[in-house]
């Protein structure tokens, strides 16, 4: 029996889907405007291990996962998602190109990344900008049902029509930030956008008024003008269209529980006046060396950055399966180099079993109970290693593991295949393994760069390099 905390209700209970065997799960994902970080994939790893254990539980998910490529603004950062630029065109602007370009640059880099972690692949992935349409259709209905008003900038979800607000969180948690000056216009501090004018009361654009220079790359005529989406309604009209009005699981980072994920509750109930979503599952957030993450701190590190010091994308997850989902975890370079190795014995002790065959019940059992047990991971990997250090046959433990992988996602099994590697290429790994020594590590990353556009990879891995041959779409 599968038990899971809910956010909602703020108790764990036992999980029972809508409509079995089906189950429609939705998780928040990516704004692209730049490189996802490891703490947004401690919750998109989170959600991976909620989808394996309910794939382990025989059920048939629909997982769907949203690309926010429009709308979120910089004012989200100091507590009023409504404020500031619009990420994407930030990101442009910055980086001299066009924001259709900064999309699908870090969504392919998102995507990338996800592939590397070994994350199960949703059933649907949807693009905000895909899906323009659905979202003025939404904020349509509301408009119809009184539930919203017009600003000069925008309109907006009135909370006070909607008795219910704010009920997934504290609401007051659900506030204006204390950083930023109160938007006037505004009927009460909760309310938020759901329909940004590009220009004031949401006119078209006049040529004789308008610098050209200040018009935005994304923008949409809609009955109350040219603009674009606010953040919160994508999820609602993406969720409604690929799960219906009444799902089962919505997941996200604890970052979304106090604003983001209420807003998606009101809007979407105020027009179906049902429940939008009977669970709602939250990942906690993580320290880096003690230190909260942030850019200006740099210390928020990608994917790229852990696997460009020789990291395996695995020892990552490894990682994050070691702390409930629910508690705040801190990262360090030793604690992911211990993952590693831990990880990297695991695999050799398992590369000496024989033929999987029959399976351990006993472990596979205790397995079950934790995985069930709001997902706790680490007690599932508790028993995974008692497996290993058994006395049970290897083949038996062989199938055990196996199963277990499953819901770990850790490609336990994977071994290194032989690649032929062409004398000049060996020739210069020998040079940067002797660079390696010396610790001139700047002129060794160059040769592994070279040694990349060569077609081949390097990991790095308990004092030894292996050689991988690159796909020709990772080149």
């Known amino acids: 029996m599968l038990k899971l905390f809910n956010s909602l209700t703020r108790k764990i209970e036992e999980f ?61 950062n100091v507590g009023d998602a409504d404020t500031g630029e619009d990420r994407m ?21 998102f995507l990338k990344d996800y592939r590397q972690l070994n994350l199960l692949a949703p059933s649907v992935l949807c693009r905000a900008t895909d899906h323009i349409k659905e979202q003025i259709v939404f904020v349509q209905e509301l408009e119809k049902k009184g539930f919203t008003y017009k600003t000069s900038d925008g309109i907006y979800f009135d909370t006070s029509k909607f008795p219910d607000y704010g009920k997934l969180s504290n609401l007051d948690d659900i506030q204006e930030g204390a950083r930023v000056e109160a938007n006037p216009e505004k009927k009460n501090l909760r309310d938020f956008a759901l329909w940004k004018f590009t220009y004031p009361n949401g006119r078209s654009f006049n040529s004789a008024q308008d610098d050209n220079a200040s018009r935005r790359q994304m923008e949409w005529e809609s009955p109350w003008g040219i603009g674009f989406p606010g953040w919160h309604i994508e999820c609602s009209a993406m969720s409604v269209k690929y799960l219906g009005d009444n799902f089962d699981i919505h997941a996200g980072g ?61 020892a990552l997850r490894y990682l994050y399966l070691q702390t409930h ?22 695999k050799e002790e398992i590369a000496t079993f024989k033929k999987p065959r029959i399976g351990c019940a006993e472990y596979e059992e205790r397995f079950l ?36 992988d499953e819901v770990f996602g850790l490609n336990l099994f994977e ?53 991988s041959r690159l796909l020709p779409s990772d080149k």
Not at 55 to 76: A, C, P, Q, S
Not at 91 to 106: L, R, T, V
Not at 325 to 346: G, H, I, M, P, V
């Open 16 to 76: 029972k889907p809508i409509s079995p065997p089906q189950v429609g799960m939705y998780t928040c994902g990516p704004t692209v405007y730049d490189f996802a970080h490891i703490g947004n994939f401690r919750t998109y790893i989170t959600a991976d291990i909620l989808h394996r254990t309910l794939l382990h539980n025989r059920y048939k998910v629909k997982f769907v996962m949203n690309i926010t490529d429009v709308g979120h603004l910089t004012g989200d």
């Open 89 to 109: 065109e930030k990101s442009a602007k910055k980086q001299g190109k066009s924001a259709w370009d900064i999309a699908k640059f870090y969504t392919d880099a």
């Open 254 to 314: 604890m970052d979304l529980a106090s604003t983001h994920h209420p807003n998606e509750i009101a809007q979407t109930e105020a027009i179906t006046g049902r429940q939008f979503v009977k669970h709602w599952m939250h990942a906690a957030f993580i320290l880096v060396d003690g230190k909260r993450m942030s850019k200006s701190m740099g210390n928020n590190y990608t994917l790229s950055d852990l696997t460009e010091k020789g990291f395996d994308p695995a």
């Open 325 to 346: 989902y629910r508690k705040e975890l801190n990262f360090t370079f030793d604690a992911l180099e211990a993952s590693q190795n831990a990880l990297t014995k695991l």
């Open 369 to 404: 109970e934790a995985i069930n047990d709001d997902l706790n991971m680490p007690q599932a990997l508790a028993v995974l290693w008692e497996l290993i250090k058994s006395d049970y046959p290897t083949g038996a433990k062989a199938e055990s593991v196996a199963r277990m």
């Open 415 to 467: 071994v290194a295949h032989t690649v032929e590697i062409p004398e000049t290429v060996q020739k210069l790994i020998q040079e940067r393994e002797q660079l390696r020594r010396e610790k001139r590590f700047h002129l060794a990353d160059g040769l592994r760069h070279k040694i990349r556009k060569m077609g081949f990879d390097l990991r790095d891995e308990n004092k030894k390099t292996i050689v």
